[in-house]
């Protein structure tokens, strides 16, 4: 089965257009302020036009995020949606057309083709190219159509996270031939349920995609095309594409001395990809990996948590809520599948984060607080380092 009629089937992520009305998907990458802190040093000047294109955009998550929240921020914008599958295709355009948004051009096209439909500021590739029969092709052609000075926010697999996928994707190949998408997907959830429970996908805590839908049940186990990238060679993919990476996220979750216990060091002059490469073989559990990616001619650029117009934003809590923990506790605590991070944060910053609300800059808090320089800068740097590994902490100007 060819991987267009596997889209056509069952178009991936299931979604239902009328979902708009009750909630929006949010995810990495692709988020404006997330690429704004990843890719552009938190300075970009949201006011100027950006060109998007989404490459295999599927049902839209992606490109729905992208849209509205550039529409909620009132900033111009040109999205391109490029995606095979023509009935993924027509979900997105259902989820466009719900929120009544505009400025988005659908085509039916191969990302192979992606620099005829012109040169791009930003590019999201979510769950893609690890599906193409020649990823690199994929990776070329998308730094075809990148600008000199854009970025790209891609997501790929990544192999010990998906512990077990491999031997059941081939075994209901070979079980499966020559079905049809349903026959096999009922094959597959059937022969499934007879698999032990000592096998290493049973025993994978982190898979959960085939349990959500059959959309997700054909994705993880039925697809016939399908390679994991470690961070290692997802690196050299880049850099085969003139690519290079701008930030893994979360950073964390890369950082191998925090895996090291005490007393053993990493290998003097160990490469920082080198080193990213061994976290993840210690830590075992990542299944994706989400990089900002950029020219490698262009220079990564990083916010700066001492630059009074840098403008704070966090993640998964609103300032005050976060306060709130911060004074209570001095700390805050999150959740993954597999692990749990503690977050250690100032009590005394409290002030300081109760008034972060992404519009107002670092300088601008810290006269509304009255704290002199010094302990303002003291008190941010650990927020800072506290929470920007976890990527709960971005800058960005987008609504200045
Ligand atoms: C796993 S889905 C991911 C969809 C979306 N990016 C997301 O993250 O929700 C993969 C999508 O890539 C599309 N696709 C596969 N090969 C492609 C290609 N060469 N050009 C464009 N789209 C492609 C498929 O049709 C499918 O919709």
């Known amino acids: 089965m ?4 596997q889209y056509d089937t069952y178009p991936y992520p299931a979604r239902d257009p009328k979902d708009e009305r009750k909630r929006l998907v949010r995810g990495s ?11 552009f040093g938190g300075k970009r000047n949201w006011r100027a036009p950006i060109r998007i294109l989404v490459a295999g955009g599927g049902t839209g998550d992606a490109l729905v995020q992208l849209a509205q929240t550039l529409t909620s921020a009132k900033r111009p914008y040109e999205i391109t949606y490029l995606d095979l599958s023509t009935t993924a ?3 997105a355009e259902a989820r466009i057309a719900e929120r009544r948004l505009s400025n988005v051009t659908f ?7 992606a620099p005829d439909f012109g040169t791009f500021d930003y590019i999201d ?5 690890h599906h193409l029969p020649e990823p690199d092709e994929g990776f070329r052609a998308l730094s075809a159509a990148l600008s000199p000075e854009g970025g790209m926010g891609l997501m790929v697999y990544a192999p010990y996270g998906r512990a077990g996928v491999y031997q059941l994707q081939s075994a209901f190949g070979t079980l499966s031939q020559g079905m049809s998408a349903k026959d096999r997907l009922k094959l597959g959830k059937a022969v499934l349920k007879a698999v032990p429970d000592a096998h290493s996908f049973k025993r994978n805590q982190v898979l959960v995609d085939h349990k959500k839908s059959d959309a997700g049940f054909y994705d993880l186990l039925l697809h016939s095309q399908d390679r994991p990238y470690t961070v290692g060679e997802l690196a050299e993919a880049l850099r085969l594409a003139d690519l290079k990476p701008a930030g ?92 749990t991070a503690v977050l250690k944060l100032p009590k005394e910053a409290a002030q300081i984060v109760s008034l972060v609300d992404g519009r107002t800059p670092l300088g601008a808090l810290r006269e509304r607080t009255g704290l002199d320089e010094m ?10 380092d506290a929470l920007v590994p976890w990527n709960e902490l971005n800058y960005s100007k987008l609504l200045v």
């Open 2 to 5: 060819s991987i267009t009629e």
């Open 29 to 39: 990458p692709s988020h404006p302020v997330e690429m704004d802190h990843f890719l």
């Open 89 to 91: 295709r027509e979900i």
């Open 107 to 113: 085509h039916t096209a191969s990302l192979l083709d």
């Open 125 to 129: 590739c979510c769950g893609v190219l």
């Open 248 to 339: 893994f996220l979360p950073t964390a979750q890369y950082d191998l001395d925090r895996l090291l216990p005490e007393g053993v060091e990493r290998p003097d002059g160990m490469d920082i990809i080198a080193a990213m490469d061994v976290a993840e073989k210690l830590r075992g559990t990542i299944k994706t990996h989400v990089v900002y990616a950029v020219p490698a001619a262009r220079d990564v650029l990083h916010a700066n948590p001492k630059d009074p117009w840098a403008v704070p934003h966090f993640k998964s809590l609103a300032g005050p809520q976060l306060a709130g923990l911060v004074a209570k506790k001095g700390k805050i605590v999150l959740d993954f599948q597999t692990e």
């Open 375 to 384: 302990l303002f800068a003291s008190l941010w740097g650990r927020v800072h």
